[in-house]
């Protein structure tokens, strides 16, 4: 620990922790750390342990969903005022979580931002997880899942279409396509390191199999040609993308008259909220399997250092976002605008809102000590804290502004349910279960990238 | 010549990108035009060294992200419009602001689709068997060696003369690619 420390602080001009890469690295030696894992016959012990732990609550997802296609939503806890409960807080936390897989995959790639090489993959298929996790939330709060696709527009025999003016929709537009950009942008540059994989492997069936999946994949000069332009272009698409997914997403309130959401604030301070709670859970991910597979000569205290910096920025941000909503309540005059911010700090839920402001806003306002940012141990907890924290400001923005709004006779109070609980439990258990099998069976850091970085040492260095 | 017809190329390993580029442009001033280079990570500069054009994947990425926003907006406008009129509140039917996310979403949808089906479609994958994969040690390609390797379809190939050039390049190997 202390070694790796010092030789990853060692060549800093600004006191920055420096290497991209641990020195002596080849092309031999990053192909073989990377290929080795998905190819291992056995993964590590602790494997077991995280993917039965994923699964075990992923059953119990499974389990709660049954009961709820047999009772509908009735399970749940919402009722009239609040209508919005855990399935809009959970939906917006968990895509909120994928942004920082966009962020890292694509506009860091913008920007010529080496570092993001080491992480970039394994954030990609984050972002693939936490959306499915997203998505499943808003259909089943459908109450009739099973006529989804009442949603999307097609000519149909009832002679109805979707109402585009309204956000909601918006939604469906923005969460899908998210979806299917994140999943071309990460197979296409997956395609490479599944055909070294496939040179690597030694039983017929294994070379097959990824042979399938690579496509034939001969690293050819114009096929490499072509794979770059399509790469750089759908990092150029994701970008605008990612900024629009939430945006749309916070439409679905700040367009609602409801008092805590009709605020222009919102796009902005949520794409925020999106990229500081999904760098956090990167580093609740990254910070354990770095040490469980030995990675710490590629993933370095240089990239746990610039995580840490862009939670802190962004937590600026959403800080100031709080502020501005907390001011804009006053210097409204509106005395609805008034009694929400007054509600929101002091009323029955009050003590959400005081927890979301420590864990969201003073607990990270240690990252600006570089101790604490390369510090493992305290780097975790406090992304753990963001993590909880960005769930409990959905909790704050969905539940409390709902719960008492401009007629004192509609108020009403919430609870969440067992199924509640279940729902969101067993959501984060089949994130894990995914990101566990993702790490089990695909090479989680880009080989060919993290090539070039060798090929061309100083920019490693840099 | 004769061997043209039953030999796929004669294709030289290399140790290093640097030395690849060289060898590709070395090979291009010589006259050889019909070849393609095997590299582990994309080496930059080696498209033109070998000759090749810009390639068309921005294009279709453009008719593609085109054809989603005016195809996106023209849906929204005969849905609302033509097809299924609702009066929300008095705004006029063709409210169009309120188009413009959905617009904007298919347009990077469709823009997206065509750059990874339009890259992956002109690469000619999937792609299973290709004679190049017969190429002494071509395993590494995907690891740490690069391939430069001369087709025999050149006009300037010819499997003695060709090999001697290559020679003179110093690969590590230098093998025969069998069809």
Known sequence: ?462 | MNTASVIHGLAAEFATHRDLLTAARAARDQGYRQMDAYTPFPVEGLPLALGRKRTLVPLIVLIGGMIGGTGGYFMEWYANVISYPLNIGGRPLHSWPLFIPITFELTILCAALSAFFGSIIMNRLPQPYHPIFHAAHFERASIDRFFLCIEAGDAQFDSVTTRRFLEGLHPLTISEVPL
């Not at chain 1, 959970?90 to 920082?100: E, L, Q, R, T």
């Not at chain 1, 090489?117 to 709060?141: D, K, Q, W, Y």
């Open chain 1, 1 to 462: 620990m202390s070694d790796e420390r010092d030789q990853s602080l060692a060549v800093t001009p600004l006191g920055y922790p420096g290497r991209l890469l641990a020195p002596g690295e080849t092309y031999e030696s990053v192909s073989e750390t990377i290929a080795s894992i998905p190819l291992a016959k056995h993964p590590p012990r602790a494997w077991y342990w995280g993917f039965g732990l994923g699964f075990a609550f992923f059953m119990l997802l499974l389990f709660a969903i049954t009961w709820l296609f047999i009772k509908g939503v009735g399970i749940w806890g919402i009722n009239i005022p609040v209508a919005w409960g855990f399935a809009i807080v959970n939906f917006v936390w968990w895509i909120g979580i994928g942004h920082a897989g966009t962020f890292i995959s694509a506009i860091l790639l913008l920007l010529f931002q080496q570092w993001r090489t080491a992480i970039n993959r394994f954030s990609e298929a984050m972002t693939l997880f936490a959306v499915a996790c997203a998505g499943l939330f808003p259909l089943l709060h459908l109450g009739r899942p099973w006529v989804f696709w009442w949603i999307l527009p097609y000519p149909d025999t009832m002679g109805v279409w979707p109402q585009f003016r309204s956000p909601l929709v918006w939604d469906v537009f923005a969460v899908s396509t998210y979806f299917t950009v994140s999943l071309l942008f990460w197979y296409l540059g997956l395609v490479p390191d599944l055909a070294t994989v496939r040179d690597k492997a030694q039983p017929l069936w294994q070379k097959k199999l990824y042979g399938i999946f690579a496509l034939g994949w001969r690293g050819s000069a114009a096929h490499w040609q072509r794979q770059q332009s399509a790469y750089l272009l759908l990092a150029g698409l994701a970008t605008p993308l990612v900024l629009s997914v939430h945006s749309v997403v916070s439409f679905d309130f700040s367009v609602a008259i409801v008092p805590g959401w009709h605020s222009t604030i919102f796009p902005p301070y949520f794409v925020a909220g999106a990229i500081y709670s999904g760098f956090a859970m990167v580093l609740n991910i990254v910070i354990p399997v770095r040490k469980l597979y030995k990675l710490e000569r590629l993933i370095t205290l240089r990239h746990l250092n610039n995580m840490a910096n862009v939670m802190l920025v962004t937590g600026e941000i959403v800080a100031y976002g709080y502020l501005i909503e907390a001011f804009m309540s006053w210097y409204s005059g509106d005395v609805f605008e008034e009694f929400m911010m007054k509600n929101r700090a002091f009323g029955p839920y009050g003590w959400v809102f005081w927890l979301l402001m420590i864990m969201n806003v003073v607990v990270p306002q240690v990252l600006w000590l570089r101790r604490v940012r390369t510090n493992l141990v305290l780097l975790f907890l406090v992304s753990f804290s963001i993590n909880i924290g960005m769930w409990l400001e959905r909790f704050v923005i969905v539940i409390t502004s709902l719960h008492r709004d401009f007629t004192p006779s509609a108020w009403g109070m919430y609870s969440p349910t067992f199924w509640d609980w279940a729902t969101l439990a067993g959501t984060i258990g089949m994130f894990f279960m995914l990101q566990f099998l993702f790490m089990r069976f695909l090479p989680m850091i880009s080989i060919s990238e993290t090539r070039e970085l060798v090929a061309e040492p100083e920019k490693a260095e840099a």
